[in-house]
Protein backbone atom coordinates (compact mmCIF):
# COMPACT_ATOMS: atom_id res chain seq x y z
CA UNK A 1 0.00 0.00 0.00
CA UNK A 2 1.37 3.17 -1.03
CA UNK A 3 0.76 5.82 1.70
CA UNK A 4 -0.60 9.30 1.07
CA UNK A 5 2.03 11.93 2.11
CA UNK A 6 0.88 14.96 4.57
CA UNK A 7 1.22 17.83 3.02
CA UNK A 8 2.88 20.89 4.59
CA UNK A 9 -0.02 22.55 5.03
CA UNK A 10 -1.90 19.52 6.75
CA UNK A 11 1.00 19.16 8.96
CA UNK A 12 0.89 23.01 9.72
CA UNK A 13 -2.82 22.92 10.71
CA UNK A 14 -2.63 19.81 12.85
CA UNK A 15 0.26 21.68 14.55
CA UNK A 16 -1.16 25.23 15.45
CA UNK A 17 -4.53 22.76 16.41
CA UNK A 18 -3.28 21.69 19.39
CA UNK A 19 0.13 24.10 20.22
CA UNK A 20 -1.50 26.31 22.81
CA UNK A 21 -2.71 22.89 24.98
CA UNK A 22 0.78 21.56 24.67
CA UNK A 23 1.17 22.58 28.67
CA UNK A 24 -1.39 20.74 29.46
CA UNK A 25 -1.19 17.28 28.94
CA UNK A 26 -5.31 16.83 29.44
CA UNK A 27 -6.12 18.80 27.24
CA UNK A 28 -3.63 18.53 24.43
CA UNK A 29 -4.68 14.72 24.10
CA UNK A 30 -8.94 16.00 23.99
CA UNK A 31 -8.24 18.47 21.86
CA UNK A 32 -5.91 15.96 19.72
CA UNK A 33 -8.42 13.53 19.27
CA UNK A 34 -10.97 16.24 18.34
CA UNK A 35 -8.88 17.87 15.44
CA UNK A 36 -7.86 14.11 14.53
CA UNK A 37 -11.01 13.29 13.98
CA UNK A 38 -12.57 15.69 12.22
CA UNK A 39 -9.57 15.35 9.38
CA UNK A 40 -10.32 11.81 9.45
CA UNK A 41 -14.08 11.45 9.79
CA UNK A 42 -13.57 8.75 11.99
CA UNK A 43 -13.79 7.89 16.24
CA UNK A 44 -10.69 9.27 17.26
CA UNK A 45 -9.40 7.74 20.68
CA UNK A 46 -6.04 7.99 22.99
CA UNK A 47 -5.34 6.34 26.07
CA UNK A 48 -2.20 6.73 28.49
CA UNK A 49 -0.46 4.77 30.81
CA UNK A 50 -2.49 6.20 34.06
CA UNK A 51 -5.26 5.27 32.57
CA UNK A 52 -7.09 8.37 31.22
CA UNK A 53 -8.67 7.81 28.14
CA UNK A 54 -10.03 10.99 24.87
CA UNK A 55 -12.31 9.82 22.70
CA UNK A 56 -14.68 12.03 19.76
CA UNK A 57 -16.22 11.73 16.80
CA UNK A 58 -18.65 9.33 17.61
CA UNK A 59 -21.06 11.11 15.26
CA UNK A 60 -18.69 10.21 12.39
CA UNK A 61 -19.04 6.47 13.22
CA UNK A 62 -22.84 6.60 13.62
CA UNK A 63 -22.83 7.49 9.79
CA UNK A 64 -20.87 4.03 8.67
CA UNK A 65 -23.02 1.34 7.46
CA UNK A 66 -20.98 -1.22 9.94
CA UNK A 67 -22.09 0.78 12.81
CA UNK A 68 -25.51 0.73 12.09
CA UNK A 69 -25.63 -2.67 14.09
CA UNK A 70 -26.88 -1.77 17.65
CA UNK A 71 -25.27 -4.55 19.24
CA UNK A 72 -21.60 -3.91 17.58
CA UNK A 73 -22.03 -0.02 18.23
CA UNK A 74 -22.67 -0.80 21.80
CA UNK A 75 -20.41 -3.92 22.72
CA UNK A 76 -17.52 -0.84 20.90
CA UNK A 77 -18.77 2.17 23.21
CA UNK A 78 -18.45 -0.62 26.27
CA UNK A 79 -15.04 -1.20 24.79
CA UNK A 80 -14.26 2.61 24.50
CA UNK A 81 -14.36 2.48 28.75
CA UNK A 82 -12.39 -0.29 29.24
CA UNK A 83 -9.27 0.66 30.76
CA UNK A 84 -7.48 -2.60 30.77
CA UNK A 85 -8.28 -3.17 27.13
CA UNK A 86 -6.15 -0.01 25.98
CA UNK A 87 -3.55 -0.18 28.39
CA UNK A 88 -2.86 -4.37 26.36
CA UNK A 89 -2.41 -1.68 23.00
CA UNK A 90 0.19 0.44 24.69
CA UNK A 91 1.92 -2.65 26.12
CA UNK A 92 1.74 -4.32 22.48
CA UNK A 93 3.52 -0.97 20.90
CA UNK A 94 6.51 -1.34 23.58
CA UNK A 95 6.56 -5.09 22.79
CA UNK A 96 6.28 -4.73 18.80
CA UNK A 97 8.65 -1.31 19.08
CA UNK A 98 6.38 -0.24 15.80
CA UNK A 99 5.89 2.99 14.91
CA UNK A 100 2.37 2.38 13.76
CA UNK A 101 -0.11 -0.35 15.15
CA UNK A 102 -3.40 -1.87 13.28
CA UNK A 103 -6.13 -3.43 14.77
CA UNK A 104 -8.84 -5.27 11.72
CA UNK A 105 -11.69 -7.77 13.03
CA UNK A 106 -11.93 -10.35 15.21
CA UNK A 107 -8.50 -11.50 16.11
CA UNK A 108 -7.17 -8.21 16.72
CA UNK A 109 -10.54 -6.48 18.93
CA UNK A 110 -10.43 -9.81 20.91
CA UNK A 111 -14.19 -10.24 20.10
CA UNK A 112 -16.20 -11.96 17.23
CA UNK A 113 -18.47 -8.84 17.04
CA UNK A 114 -15.54 -6.64 15.74
CA UNK A 115 -15.15 -8.70 13.05
CA UNK A 116 -16.24 -5.52 10.48
CA UNK A 117 -13.90 -3.16 12.68
CA UNK A 118 -10.24 -1.47 11.80
CA UNK A 119 -7.92 0.89 13.58
CA UNK A 120 -4.75 2.37 13.38
CA UNK A 121 -2.95 3.73 16.24
CA UNK A 122 0.59 5.41 16.85
CA UNK A 123 2.63 5.73 20.21
CA UNK A 124 3.85 8.54 22.08
CA UNK A 125 5.79 8.80 25.35
CA UNK A 126 6.72 11.52 27.37
CA UNK A 127 9.33 11.99 30.92
CA UNK A 128 5.88 10.42 32.59
CA UNK A 129 3.31 9.89 30.06
CA UNK A 130 2.85 7.18 27.56
CA UNK A 131 0.13 6.14 25.37
CA UNK A 132 -1.76 5.56 22.23
CA UNK A 133 -3.49 7.93 19.97
CA UNK A 134 -5.74 6.84 16.64
CA UNK A 135 -8.89 5.74 14.70
CA UNK A 136 -11.01 3.05 14.95
CA UNK A 137 -13.82 2.82 12.08
CA UNK A 138 -14.61 0.37 9.61
CA UNK A 139 -12.32 -1.99 8.69
CA UNK A 140 -12.89 -0.62 4.90
CA UNK A 141 -11.15 2.80 5.83
CA UNK A 142 -9.01 4.44 3.36
CA UNK A 143 -5.61 3.24 5.56
CA UNK A 144 -3.31 4.93 2.70
CA UNK A 145 -4.95 8.05 4.10
CA UNK A 146 -5.25 7.91 7.43
CA UNK A 147 -1.90 5.87 8.80
CA UNK A 148 0.16 8.91 7.73
CA UNK A 149 -2.26 11.59 9.69
CA UNK A 150 -2.05 8.62 13.04
CA UNK A 151 1.63 8.69 12.49
CA UNK A 152 2.23 12.12 12.15
CA UNK A 153 -0.15 13.49 15.05
CA UNK A 154 1.55 10.15 17.56
CA UNK A 155 5.01 12.10 16.76
CA UNK A 156 4.07 15.39 17.05
CA UNK A 157 2.79 14.58 20.28
CA UNK A 158 5.18 13.11 21.36
CA UNK A 159 7.48 15.58 20.49
CA UNK A 160 5.40 18.31 22.38
CA UNK A 161 5.18 16.17 25.67
CA UNK A 162 8.99 15.95 25.49
CA UNK A 163 9.55 19.43 25.26
CA UNK A 164 7.18 20.29 27.97
CA UNK A 165 8.74 17.45 30.38
CA UNK A 166 5.48 15.27 30.55
Known sequence: MKEKELATTEEVSYKNSIWDDKDNPDRLLSQATKVLSKKTGFLSLAATNDGNIYYSGVGYLLERPEFFDIQLTRNLFLRLDEIGFWERIINEFIRINEEVLYFLGEE?????????????????EGKKTKGIIGVIGPKRMPYAIIIPQV????????????????
Not at 113 to 122: A, D, K, P, Q, R
Not at 151 to 166: A, C, D, G
Request: glycine share 6%.
Open 108 to 124: DFYDPLFESCGSVFGDF
Open 151 to 166: RYFSNLINQLLKEVKF
